[in-house]
């Protein structure tokens, strides 16, 4: 038997299109809009450049070996392999990177991005989150 074919990209090369693509987004339509807008303007930027993006992905909580279906959804799924939340605040709150921390444990994903479009330079509003410390 073969070995199992290598990702196509690592996660950090990911984050960084997600980046590229985000910015791209909020230079061309600005702070302001719904978490929606810049959600659907954001997977058709990915989608161009070639990613494998899901949306709205629906996750169970397992408590106790208990799966439990409570409505939980990732904003975007990246190569299956970058979590992405959507946020239209005026600020990054820590409850925020924590929901994003444990979206990341209950998904078995390692890094996820906080990217928050309501800021005057999208610089500023991104967080990098990352699951664990041997997350590569």
């Known amino acids: 038997m073969g070995a199992a074919p290598q990702p196509a ?3 950090e090369q990911v984050s960084g299109k997600i980046i590229a693509a985000a910015m791209k987004v909020h230079t061309a ?4 809009l719904l978490e929606s807008a810049y959600e659907a303007c954001l997977l058709y930027e990915l989608q161009k450049n070639g990613l494998k993006v899901a949306t709205q992905v629906p996750f169970p ?3 106790d070996n208990l799966r439990l279906d409570v409505g939980y959804r990732l904003d975007l799924l990246v190569e299956d392999l970058v979590i992405v939340e ?3 605040a005026e600020a990054i709150a820590s409850v925020h990177k924590s929901q994003l921390l444990s979206y990341l444990r209950l998904t078995g994903k390692s ?6 479009f309501h800021v005057e330079h999208l610089r500023d509003g ?3 989150v990352v699951n664990g410390y041997d997350w590569r």
């Open 86 to 88: 959507i946020k239209c």
């Open 111 to 116: 890094l996820g991005l906080l990217i928050n």
């Open 61 to 63: 909580l397992v408590y």
């Open 126 to 128: 991104i967080k990098r």
């Open 29 to 32: 339509v600005g702070p302001g």
């Open 9 to 11: 990209y690592t996660p």
